[in-house]
């Protein structure tokens, strides 16, 4: 195997062992980019060579080149979410979790493509068009963090890191056969992830593997003094809770996860994946989280009322695009703002910062906003509700497996929908986990996902852990080609 | 149960221009989500509280310390747009 | 007639200021929270806005805040949260304001002002909370664009908004000097409307009197100072029954004062209904003020100007004008306290602040806190006016040089030898001097013209170069003409 096929926890092993150097794998990284991003797209902007500079004094201790959302900032670097309004913009500061990451000596391998300001499951949304699923190129990859999941499946990057507002982690990692994680609110810092809706949005790695998922987490997770939503709980050490063994845990199924209409495909990986964990001694019982039907529709009031709020400031006053339109409309300063605002937003962020702009307004705020708000209460009870007969939940990460770029642009709401398995998780603030379970018959990947109480990531772990070394999903490659899709 | 009148506010509010084009179908498009999020009207949401904040989290501060700011130069690298040591607008009449 | 008094109409007036709060640091990061620096130098990624920053609330904020509830008799809320106010304008990065909407620090409160009668009267507070301050824009009318300065950005800002209770542009003048005042006391802003960290905006509007329903009323901005306040009020008022009185309405908008035409204009650009779309800000959590905290900043707040007003008279005699004058600046009240623990004419020792050690910290532009002056050294320097050993005018002259110097009064004395020739015995040899060369004086001295003394202290003075004290001097004449 070529070393940017490996996992961070092989390298390092080799590393120890002195049996490979930083260059070798920087090399074999930057190779693999040069063969065949043209084709996946997973990248908007390379670091190149200059990787090597990003940790901290040249620390080589663990050069494992990752790739970064491009919604995160890094000092001096373009950062832009994909989207044109953002061109040329360079933080003066990095992201907190950049800061551990370069402290912690890893380099950054580049940026990944993305769903514009992460509003979207599917990375067509991007300024700079989709990325391609390397298991079939003339599909999806998921999103928003599609550029980082594809990286990854790849194996363009050792690893990369996501961010997850509704899914973005986890639906991406499921459609891409890779690991994907969202911590709990408030377990890895917010401050410098540009906000799409502040009380959802998470950082979490995306990974080859569950080890390089509890490796990469042990490095960004932590209570950060510049984020209040943060908590201050000291971070164990995640690799610790790589159990093979989960004899007498009890995982709830969802009934309202497996009703009619569900992908045949997707229920008989699901079957078979509680099947490889009963074997294990998980005990399984049928749970209820009644709310489930409303998860979406509360997401797309309080997330696109905060998501409105927060891309208020993207003007063209400071930084970024500035436009002006060739005739006066109302006044110069107004117009500036308008054409701005038109001409650097894509059609999906203009849509949410509307329907965001309307729940909030005069009128409409208690019919809208609140009352999402106050369902997400409910929605968040059931799951606090489960969890006290459970120790973890079972679902599908998505409903489907990757569908075809362009198959859904045209019907926003049927692209919402693809997000219904991971939206209440994000609405509850509780962590999840989307690990590969496998492949449908047009060898695309499909993805389970793992859900535990707040705080219980160690849980998600040793379940995540031992299903997949029981299986073998994880270690099947994407060929990077492109088939017809038959359904 | 949204009119394109409705659209062409909101739009005012979020500060986008609108192309006539692009009113009718976003006036569509808004239409189908909203219709679509109706159905949390079937629940009885009278006695049940908001959840602004998922975590239980309550006063979080920093003490009154000072921290170094950004240089001037440093401030104004972001912009295109800038002079005497400020950024520059279109004139804004009050 | 003063319109505020006119027979049929009453004026109502509720005032919104907003104070700048003195903490080290800003709202909602660790710059400096200073004013007067070059543009756009006291900035950093949270108070500039940059997309992925988020604040962190300043605890000394929480604190002057709850501070200046209790200072202004509201009742503090235990549960407290901060909102967002957006709306579009260059001098606002985020595109809102982090501010307080319906659980803000405290409502209910008052101040009392003067009710023209002798008495006070309560002007009630509706409510008071936190907010973030904007950056600053900078007009040329010469130019084709505007230029932004943001290091105002994140200053921490509190607003106070009373209910419609002031009656007439006094009032409102009244209620800002004393607010101000009792600010000063707590050491929480510095209440400077020149330098921005007191801004005021006043809702004015007329009805009958013996109605209870509000006018139409005009929002009156950009006024710098608390006299363009009340000028800007009287013009409010003139205009507002011009027009009543032709049976026409009032329009309800926004006026900015101008204070070279002495006159409100309607704000040109057609003010939109704001809609702020307030929500819970969500990177902010929610603060709960516990019962003990408040006790605790409640104890911290000193004696206020009202309470220490009515102590002054009762307790040290001084007439009200005089208390009304020392209490002024809370740090001249206490220099004037501990100077009545060693000296028992309280108007002399007032008089003494107020006029001469005054006006020597005027021409150092500094407070008495900061001056060379001890309680006890003018204590030393009225007490040897008193015994003669310096005049009024030599005495000032000592004060001056001990305030430039911090130097000891007997010290300066000494130097200066102010008080060589001024004993009684060397006074008693020098008047008989004078009564040996002024005969015809002295005859009529003893005939009873009082004018006469006067002339033989003159004679006396100069012979002591002007040092000596002459009413000492006018004593020891009547003891030695008049008394055999």
């Keep these: 195997m070529k070393l940017n096929e490996l996992t961070a926890h092989e390298i390092l092993t080799l590393i120890k062992a002195k049996k490979t150097s930083a260059d070798e794998i920087y090399d074999a990284v930057l190779g693999r980019i040069d ?24 620390n080589a201790s663990q050069p494992l080149p990752i790739a970064i959302k491009d919604n995160i900032c890094i000092r001096d670097v373009e950062t832009t979410c994909c989207s044109r309004i953002l061109t040329g913009f360079k933080p003066p ?24 300001f992460a509003f979207g499951s599917s990375t067509e949304n991007s300024c700079h068009g989709p990325t391609r699923n390397p298991w079939n190129l003339a599909c999806v990859p998921g999103g928003s963090s599609g550029g980082s999941a594809a990286a990854v499946a790849a194996h363009e990057a050792i690893w990369a890191i996501g961010s997850d507002t509704g899914g973005s982690i986890r639906q991406p990692a499921s459609f891409c056969g890779v690991v994907g994680l969202k911590p709990t609110y408030g377990r890895v810092s917010r401050y410098g992830l540009i906000a799409f809706a502040s009380s959802l949005d998470q950082i979490g790695p995306i990974t080859k593997d569950v080890t390089d998922a509890a490796i990469l987490l042990n490095i960004i997770a932590g209570y950060d003094p510049k984020d209040s939503t943060s908590v201050d709980l000291p971070v164990p050490d995640y690799t610790r809770a790589l159990i093979n063994d989960v004899k007498g845990l009890t995982i709830g199924i969802p009934k309202e996860y497996f009703v009619e209409g569900i992908d045949p495909e997707v229920n008989a990986a699901m079957m078979s994946s509680i099947e490889v964990l009963k074997k294990c001694g998980a005990l399984f019982k049928e749970v209820s989280l009644p709310h489930t039907e409303y998860a979406v529709a509360t997401y797309y009031l309080v997330a696109t009322a905060e998501a409105s709020s927060n891309l208020a400031r993207y003007d063209g006053v400071q930084y970024g695009l500035r436009l002006q339109p060739s005739q006066v409309r109302k006044t110069a300063l107004m117009d500036m703002y308008e054409e701005t605002r038109d001409i650097g937003f894509g059609r999906e962020a203009k849509r949410r910062i509307m329907l965001g702009t309307y729940a909030l307004s005069s009128g409409y705020y208690d019919d809208y906003y609140l009352r999402g708000l106050k369902v997400r209460t409910l929605i968040k009870n059931d799951f606090d509700q489960v969890f006290t007969q459970c120790d973890a939940i079972l679902t599908p990460t998505a409903p489907t497996t990757a569908f075809k770029i362009g198959e859904k642009t045209n019907d926003p709401l049927a692209m919402y929908l693809s997000d219904i398995y991971t939206i209440s998780v994000n609405l509850s603030g509780v962590p999840a986990v989307s690990v590969p379970c496998g492949f449908s018959r047009e060898g695309l990947p499909i993805g389970l996902q793992i859900i535990t ?21 994880h270690k099947r ?6 088939y017809a899709k038959v359904k | 149960m949204i009119s394109e009148k409705d659209v062409r506010y909101i739009a005012g509010l979020s500060r986008i221009h609108l192309r006539d084009e692009e009113i009718e179908s976003l006036t569509k498009d808004l239409e189908n989500i909203l219709h679509y999020v109706k159905k949390l009207e079937k629940l009885d949401i009278a006695h049940v509280n908001p959840t602004s904040h998922v975590l239980p989290l309550k006063n979080v501060y920093r003490e009154d310390t000072i921290t170094p700011s950004l240089q001037q130069s440093e401030a104004l690298r972001i912009s295109g747009e800038t002079s005497k040591g400020s950024f520059k607008v279109p004139k804004v009449i009050e | 007639m003063h319109p505020a008094s006119h027979p049929e109409y009453e004026t109502v007036i509720g005032l919104e200021v907003h104070l700048q709060l003195k903490t080290q640091s800003k709202i909602f990061c660790g710059c400096a929270n200073v004013f007067g620096e070059p543009p756009n130098s006291l900035t950093c990624p949270v108070c500039l806005g940059l997309p992925g920053t988020l604040p962190v609330l300043n605890k000394k904020v929480l604190h002057y805040a709850v501070k200046i509830a209790l200072a202004l008799r509201c009742s503090v809320n235990p549960y407290i949260k901060f909102d967002r106010k957006n709306y579009y304008y260059p001098d606002l990065p985020k595109g809102y ?7 803000p620090i405290a409502n209910h409160g008052y101040l009392e002002i003067p009710d023209g009668n002798g008495n006070f009267r309560k002007i009630q507070i509706r409510r008071a909370h936190l ?3 904007a950056g600053k824009l900078i007009h040329d009318a010469h130019v084709n664009h505007s230029l932004v300065d943001y290091n105002r950005t994140g200053t921490p800002l509190m607003e106070i908004v009373t209910e419609p209770d002031l009656r007439s542009p006094q009032e409102a003048y009244d209620y800002l000097q004393i607010l101000k005042l009792n600010l000063q006391y707590l050491n929480v802003s510095d209440c400077d409307m020149e330098k921005g960290s007191l801004r005021c905006d006043a809702n004015i509007s007329l009805r009958k009197k013996g109605t209870t329903a509000l006018g139409t009323k005009a929002e009156l901005k950009n006024m710098n100072s608390f006299k363009a306040v009340k000028t800007a009020l009287e013009y409010e008022v003139t205009r507002q029954l011009k027009i009543l009185q ?5 329009i309800q908008e926004t006026r900015l004062w101008n204070e070279e035409k002495g006159a409100t204009f309607a704000m040109r650009s057609k003010e939109e ?20 905290t408040i006790a605790e900043i409640q104890r911290s707040i000193p004696e206020l100007p009202a309470a220490k007003f009515e102590r002054f008279m009762k307790d040290y005699g001084l007439c009200e004008y005089d208390a009304r004058i020392i209490i002024q600046d809370q740090d001249s009240a206490h220099f004037f306290e501990q100077c009545a623990k060693l000296y028992a004419d309280t108007k002399k020792i007032c008089n003494w602040i107020i006029g001469p050690v005054q006006q020597e910290l005027n021409a150092h532009k500094t407070g008495i806190k900061t001056s060379f002056l001890q309680p006890a050294a003018l204590i030393t320097l009225m007490t040897k006016v008193d015994d003669g050993t310096l005049n009024n005018l030599t005495a000032k002259d000592v004060l001056k040089c001990v305030m430039d110097s911090g130097k000891h009064p007997d010290e300066v004395i000494h130097e200066k030898g102010l008080a060589q020739g001024t004993d009684d015995s060397t006074l008693e040899t020098l008047i008989e001097e004078v009564i040996q060369e002024n005969t015809k004086v002295v005859t009529q001295v003893k005939e009873g013209k009082d004018s006469a003394i006067g002339f033989l202290v003159g004679q006396t003075m100069r012979k002591t170069q002007g040092k000596a004290n002459p009413k000492k001097i006018g004593e020891i004449i009547k003891r030695r003409l008049l008394n055999g």
Excluded at chain 1, 464 to 472: I, K, L, M, P, V
Excluded at chain 3, 97 to 103: A, F, G, K, M, Y
Aim: glycine residues 6%; proline residues 5%.
């Design chain 3, 246 to 250: 032709a049976g026409e309405r009032v």
């Design chain 1, 453 to 473: 109480k707040p705080f219980d990531e160690e849980t998600l772990f040793r379940l995540a852990y031992t299903y997949e070394q029981n299986t073998d999903w």
């Design chain 1, 35 to 58: 063969q065949c991003d043209k084709d996946v797209r997973a990248y908007v902007r390379l670091r190149g060579a200059q990787m090597d500079s990003d940790g901290a004094n040249g």
């Design chain 3, 97 to 103: 304001q982090i501010s307080q909407h319906d659980l």
């Design chain 1, 477 to 482: 490659k994407a060929e990077l080609k492109t």
């Design chain 3, 273 to 292: 209904a704001h809609d702020y779309r307030y929500f819970p800000e969500p990177d902010l959590v929610p603060f709960m003020i516990e019962e003990k």
């Design chain 3, 131 to 133: 907010e973030e301050d």
């Design chain 1, 93 to 116: 500061y990095d992201a907190t979790i950049i800061a551990k990451l370069k402290n912690a000596g890893v380099p950054i391998a580049g940026q990944t493509n993305m769903d514009e």
